[in-house]
Each structure stands twice: as C-alpha cells, then as structure tokens.
C-alpha cells in the first residue's frame, strides 16, 4: 500500500497543464494500491458541487477510474474550495476529512490539516475564515445561482491577490505557537497552504509542508508503511 499527500493542486480551466498534471498523477499510482489524500485547495475555486464543465468530467471519469482500481480518495478542503462537499465526492466514492484529523500508520501519529489554521498572525484572514464557514451563510451561497457563485469566487480571488501583495511573509506563515499545539499530541505534521514546500525538525517532532503545483511541478510526499521508521522526503512530481 502506498500513502500519497498532496495539496495545492489549484486546479482550473485556465490551466489546463496542471489537470494534465493530476491525470497522469492517477494513472501513475493507479495500479499501487493508493490512499490519496488531498489536503486542500484542490480546486482553484469551486463554485458548489451542481458545477459542471467538460474537463472536470474528465477529472472526475478519472478518479471513477482509480477508485474502481481499488485506491481510495480523501479530501480536505481549503480556503479556495471549502464549498466542496459529499455530493462531489460521492461520484467517485470519496471520502471528505474534517478540518483536521489523524492518520495512523505503523503507530506513527499523523495530523492532516490544509494548513490555513496555523497562519494565526494573519488576523484579517481568520477573522474571515470564520465568516464565510458559518453553516448558515455557506447554505445561502450555495443556494444562489451559479452565475452569482462564480462572480463572488472571482471577487474573493482578486481580493486574496491584492492582499498578498501588502503582507509580510512572516504573517502568512504558520505561529509557531500554533504548530506546537498541532504537534503536542502526534508525532507528525502534514499540510500545505503555505506554498513553501519544507521538512521542518520543531518541537522534538517533524512538520512537513506539502507544495503548491506550479506549471510543471510539484513538491508532494509518498509514504510506504514498511518503511516510515526511516528518513522521510518530500518527493518532485514533473508533468
């Protein structure tokens, strides 16, 4: 068995290398009996589970097409696709994580989170993250139509670009403090959001951060059972 991390994937119509990119992920670890976690921001946007368009057809024949291979797919959402839910899922037998949660392997304690929870210097953004995650105004978007879906999607990216711009770098990273509490009672950390693939020794403990997909790589993490007592190293995916 084979434990496949990834994050960031920003996946989108104008960008049709990276979909290519997870396509040629899955027809890579199809036959390896995979567990497949998506830590987040799969999806550049996602407008709610009743969008459609024909390369997302594409991604999801393909994910049909793993999970019947017998691997298994995960995901937790992100800042860019936290209105993605079961019904999506559910096509290709998916299974949705909550916000965090812990994998086993081997009796190694793994917490999986996007990534996001950690940036606690980043007031303005939780403050929003609070906001737009109520149940009840999450139900209301979902609930207008599609068309106002995807201007309000096009608004909160121009906004996340613009703000990128005037903050620091230190304040769009994870707390320490933060880390570790998400440390305290595991023995490692997996995520992403950061966009600064790294392993990191904190803590007495190890962090591990997953990279964004870029035009033509990606920085994600393999991890086999046997053999997780040993070094363990984040891995370049080309495409």
């Not at 992100?78 to 019904?87: P, S, T, V």
Request: glycine share 6%; hydrophobic share 40%; proline share 3%.
């Amino acid at each position: 068995m084979t434990y496949l991390f990834i994050a960031d994937l920003h996946l989108s119509p104008e960008h049709p290398r990276l979909v290519r990119g997870f396509l040629d992920l899955l027809a890579h670890y199809q036959n390896k009996n995979t567990q497949l976690y998506i830590l987040g921001d799969w999806f550049n946007a996602w407008l709610g589970d009743d969008y459609t368009a024909p390369w997302l057809d594409d991604v999801i024949n393909a994910l049909k097409q793993f999970n019947r291979a017998g691997n298994q797919v995960y995901f937790q959402v992100g800042n860019r696709d936290f209105a993605l839910g079961n019904r999506f899922l559910k096509q290709f037998n998916g299974i949705l994580l909550p916000d965090v949660d812990v994998l086993k392997i081997d009796n190694i304690q793994i917490r999986l989170e996007h990534g996001d929870l950690l940036c606690t210097d980043d007031v303005s953004y939780q403050k929003f993250r609070k906001i737009i995650r109520n149940p009840l105004l999450l139900g209301f978007i979902k609930s207008m139509p599609l068309s106002f879906r995807q201007q309000l999607a096009n608004g909160f990216r121009k906004k996340s670009t613009k703000t990128k711009r005037v903050k620091s770098y230190e304040i769009m990273d994870v707390n320490q403090h933060a880390v570790e509490q998400s440390l305290h009672s595991v023995d490692l950390l997996i995520h992403g959001h950061t966009h600064r693939p790294e392993m990191h020794h904190e803590f007495g403990k190890t962090r591990i951060v997953l990279g964004d997909w870029r035009e033509n790589q990606a920085q994600i993490l393999e991890i086999d059972p046997q053999q997780i007592h040993q070094t363990l190293k984040l891995k370049n995916w080309s495409y």
